[in-house]
């Protein structure tokens, strides 16, 4: 239930973000939104192979507070790696909209 109510928030600041941002978007040629598309992709990819490569690892450990502690780090670890990939490849224009208000 908590997993429908966190998903709809997410939905709803989606679509209020994009509707936001709108006229950036319809300013961007075919090349930046391909640019922008595979940007997102490797992004998501490299920080999934990080995210369960690490709790592969996390796997054998037994100590609990350890293993808790290591896949919380692998997981920003993740997330900054894909921090990175996404602010070196995303074109000018959706930067913008990634950096917030």
Known sequence: ??????TGFLLIFAISKFY????????????????FGAGFLLAWAGAVFIIIG???ITDKIEITW???????G?????????????NK?????IKDFYSGD
Do not use: C, D, H
């Open 20 to 35: 936001k941002y709108r006229v950036t978007f319809k300013q961007l040629s075919k090349k930046e939104w391909l640019q």
């Open 89 to 93: 490849i995303l074109p000018n224009k």
């Open 66 to 72: 350890l293993k808790n502690l290591l896949e919380i």
């Open 1 to 6: 239930m908590i997993g429908y109510i966190l």
């Open 74 to 86: 692998m997981i920003l670890i993740g997330l900054a790696l894909a921090g990175i990939i996404m």
């Open 54 to 56: 690490g709790s592969n």
